[in-house]
């Protein structure tokens, strides 16, 4: 909270125009909204650049670096400290005690022991807490509370930027529903409504509410059939790629009691009286599957009398239309239409979006299914690989960061619940696919262990600089996830091999 108490201080009211530089995420469109409102609150004149890599960035920088202003600047009279300065490598400073503590006497030694523990504990408490605000949009939301200039739209993009997070699988379930509690309280303080205000029911009116509901992905806007065969907790936990887990799926609806009729047309024509417990009886019936897990903490938002948007189904959307590969538009038209869809005042880009990711994630199930039928994940020792072939079904789509992303989680929890091999459950995946045939390059991800316990750290940044660099090969780590590599096509082999060696 500090840094933001700095910021305003020292950065607000900001100079006469100011430079956005805004990352192709959720989470960087949600914080973006949010600034921009904050922008457009205070009468600020800003220019928006998006910037998909680091080359992107260093080219924004030199074209607009008058108006940069450094949010963070690490002067001595600032006790301001660099993050490299502040958090040094555990076993850094464990060589450092033990170098010390050679030719100290007894006590001496373990009176300096004792403080290293203790200061050792306090950097990785300090460590925690740093890295616990890596997502940008409740950062932007809690400025704009401190300013007491938060709005209830700043609020929905801050649940969506968290929301993504989890989506994504880059934050642990205890850290969502921490922040999931932390937003219900400004939630209930922004929308609370007294029943006999008139406007509690204007046509118009926006209003988010904390719930309880189902995960399975869009099941609100498509089937429940369709949502249960394509999101991936269910698919991986009934197998849903053999013909034993569409028989466990048969099962599954047999023991709730929903016609097939019903399950396999749109979710809003179903029955009311079905509609009505549809959540309990789902929940009851998951159980007796293994899926405990099918009802989280969310919130969603009603927009009058009809429109209701569950965050999650915001983040799929939203994503679809940033990686939208149908029409032959470039990258920046795609980013200001998923910006554009965040705003509650074009529903019509956000249903487009919610459209387009049905069929992404249609691709995905299709592409893990594939995958494991034809046994295309392979040990490779220390880690398991995949690769898409040119010519795979929808491997356009693939060569997009994100979506390459989500395939790989999506195939590493599918893989888990598939293989006996018990070494193979613990092991993190590599997957790669084409991204530009005609430059014969791919683009490659690194994904951690899909384990209970995960803290969702990836150490794959460092491992893919010390192989390219090892034996060579030609990379691009363009990427702001250092997880993420491009390479030439040739190079793949002895990149692999290098990694094998270095992660043996």
């Known amino acids: 909270m500090f840094y933001l108490f700095y910021f305003i201080k020292n950065f607000y ?81 464990e060589e450092d005690s033990g170098n010390e503590s050679e030719g100290t006497e007894p006590s001496e ?55 993504d997070q989890w989506v994504q699988d880059r934050i642990t379930q205890m850290k969502y529903v921490t922040d999931i509690g932390t937003l219900q309280r400004h939630v209930s303080r922004h929308n609370h409504r007294n029943e006999d205000d008139e406007n509690s029911l204007s046509i118009d009116c926006m209003r988010i509410a904390f719930e309880y509901d189902l995960r399975l ?27 034993q887990g569409q028989k466990r799926l048969q099962e599954l609806l047999a023991d709730m009691g929903l016609p097939l009729k019903q399950v396999k047309q749109k979710f809003h024509s179903m029955d009311i009286s079905l509609k009505e417990n549809l959540q309990e009886m789902i929940e009851e019936s998951a159980n007796k599957f293994g899926m405990k897990d099918l009802r989280v903490q969310t919130f969603s938002i009603h927009f009058g009398f009809k429109n209701k948007f569950l965050a999650s189904d915001v983040v799929y959307a939203t994503v679809s239309l940033m ?49 494991i039928c034809t046994n295309l994940v392979i040990s490779q020792g220390p ?70 316990s995960s803290d969702k750290k990836n150490f794959f940044g460092r491992a893919f600089e010390k192989a390219a660099e090892s034996t060579n090969s030609r990379t691009l780590h363009n990427h702001f996830d250092m997880s993420i590599i491009e390479l030439k096509m040739e190079d793949r082999s002895k990149f692999l091999d290098a990694l094998t060696s270095l992660l043996s």
């Open 13 to 93: 009211p900001t100079p006469p125009r100011v430079l956005l530089l805004v990352a192709s995420d959720v989470d960087a469109l949600c914080a973006c909204k949010i600034l921009q409102a904050l922008f457009q609150c205070d009468h600020v004149q800003y220019t928006l650049v998006p910037v998909s890599g680091w080359q992107e960035l260093e080219t924004a920088f030199l074209e607009h670096k008058d108006q940069v202003k450094l949010l963070v600047k690490q002067d001595d009279d600032l006790e301001i400290p660099a993050y490299d300065d502040l958090f040094r490598d555990e076993e850094e400073d």
């Open 323 to 371: 990686e939208n590969i149908e029409k032959d538009e470039s990258e920046t038209d795609n980013f200001i239409r998923a910006l554009d869809s965040l705003s509650r005042s074009n529903l019509d880009k956000l249903r487009q979006g919610l459209e387009l990711a049905k069929k992404q994630l249609r691709a995905i199930q299709q592409t893990v299914a594939s995958c």
């Open 109 to 163: 030694k373990r009176r300096r022991l004792e403080e290293d523990v203790v200061e050792r504990t306090l950097k990785r408490r300090q460590k925690r807490e740093w890295e616990a605000r890596r997502y940008s949009a409740m950062v932007m939301f809690d400025l704009a509370w401190i300013m007491s200039k938060d709005l209830n739209d700043m609020l929905w993009w801050a649940i969506v930027g968290l929301t």
């Open 383 to 452: 880690f398991l690989y995949c690769y898409l072939m040119e010519g795979t079904p929808d491997v356009k789509l693939f060569s997009k960061p994100v979506s390459l992303c989500l395939l790989s989680k999506y195939l590493l929890k599918s893989f888990v619940c598939s293989t006996k091999n018990k070494r193979c459950k613990l092991l993190p995946l590599i997957m790669a696919a084409p991204m530009n045939v005609e430059q014969a390059t791919v683009i490659m991800v690194g994904i951690p262990p899909e384990t209970e």
């Open 217 to 243: 992905a869009l099941y609100q806007h498509w089937s429940l059939y369709e949502s249960l065969c394509n999101t991936c907790y269910t698919s991986a936990s009934l197998k849903l790629w053999s013909v």
